[in-house]
C-alpha cells in the first residue's frame, strides 16, 4: 500500500507540475498559429447585444428560466460565462447585453426550430455559434440519421435566414472538437468526425465570419495535461477545459 501511494503522489505531483507550467494565453496562440490563418476579429461597439448559441458546451447548466442578460444563472458554467465575464470586466462603459440560449443536446435542426424565438427576437449584433458535435456523435448513439451534408445544408440554411432577418449582424464559427481517448470519444468518431470540423470551418470562410479552431486548441493543451484534465468525456469541457475555450473566444473580439 505505501507503494502504491507514494506512486500515486508521484503521478499526482507530475501532472500538477505540468498544468503549473502552462500558459493559457501561450496555447491558444500556438493553436491558431497551427491553424495557419490569423484569426479574423470583430470589433465590439457600445450597445451591443451578443448572443452565445450552440448546444450542451455553451449550454453549460444554465438557467433557462432566467431571462436577463449579463446575470451568472443565465450563462451556465461554461465557457460563455467566462468570456462574458471577461467582457463585462473590461467594457464597463459600452452597456454590452449578452445571452446565451444553448441547449443540451441541440443538432443544427432543432437550433433553427427555436431560432425565432432564440435569436431573430434577441436581435444580436454579434452572433457566436457552436454546433455540430452532435450532428455527428447522435449518428452513433442515438439512431440520428443525418449526414455530413444534413449539416452543411442545414447550417447554411440557418445562417442564411440570419442574414436576411439580421443583414449586418457580426457572425462567429466555432469548430465542433473532440478529445481521443476519454471516454465518448472512441476511433469510431475517426475520420468521420473531421468533416464536420472542416464544414464549420468551411462555412466560416464563406461567410466571412473568425473561426475558433476549438480542435486545435484543445490538441495543443493536451502537450500540457492529458484529455481528462480539460474535458470529462472528449466532449464537455472541465473548468479548465471551459477557461481555454473562453481565451479562444476572447481571441476573436477587440
Not at 120 to 143: A, C, E, R, Y
Not at 152 to 176: F, M, S, W
Request: proline share 5%; hydrophobic share 40%.
Amino acid at each position: 500500500m505505501s507503494n502504491q501511494f507514494n506512486r500515486r503522489k508521484f503521478i499526482t505531483g507530475s501532472t500538477m507540475a505540468a498544468v503549473a507550467s502552462l500558459s493559457i494565453p501561450d496555447i491558444v496562440s500556438a493553436a491558431v498559429k497551427t491553424d495557419n490563418n490569423a484569426p479574423k476579429k470583430i470589433s465590439l461597439d457600445n450597445n451591443d447585444v451578443i448572443l452565445f448559441q450552440g448546444d450542451s458546451i455553451t449550454d453549460a447548466g444554465r438557467n433557462r428560466t432566467n431571462i436577463t442578460p449579463n446575470t451568472t444563472g443565465m450563462f451556465g458554467n461554461g465557457y460563455a460565462n467566462l468570456a462574458a465575464a471577461d467582457l463585462l470586466l473590461n467594457n464597463p462603459g459600452k452597456n454590452l447585453q449578452i445571452w446565451d440560449r444553448g441547449i443540451s443536446g441541440n443538432k443544427v435542426y432543432q437550433m433553427a426550430e427555436r431560432w425565432d424565438a432564440d435569436c431573430l427576437q434577441i436581435k444580436p449584433n454579434v452572433l457566436s455559434i457552436m454546433i455540430g458535435v452532435n450532428d455527428f456523435w447522435h449518428t452513433l448513439t442515438n439512431g440520428y440519421t443525418g449526414t455530413i451534408e444534413t449539416y452543411r445544408t442545414d447550417y447554411k440554411k440557418l445562417l442564411d435566414r440570419t442574414k436576411q432577418a439580421l443583414p449586418d449582424v457580426k457572425l462567429i464559427i466555432g469548430e465542433p472538437f473532440a478529445v481521443l481517448g476519454v471516454k465518448s470519444v472512441t476511433d469510431k468518431w475517426y475520420p468521420k468526425f473531421d468533416e464536420y470540423r472542416a464544414v464549420a470551418k468551411e462555412i466560416a470562410q464563406e461567410y466571412n465570419a473568425p473561426f475558433i479552431p476549438y480542435q486545435s486548441v484543445f490538441n495543443e493543451a493536451l502537450k500540457q495535461a492529458p484529455g481528462s484534465y480539460w474535458t470529462g468525456d472528449g466532449v464537455h469541457p472541465s473548468v479548465a477545459g471551459a477557461a481555454l475555450m473562453a481565451k479562444a473566444w476572447l481571441k476573436v473580439v477587440k
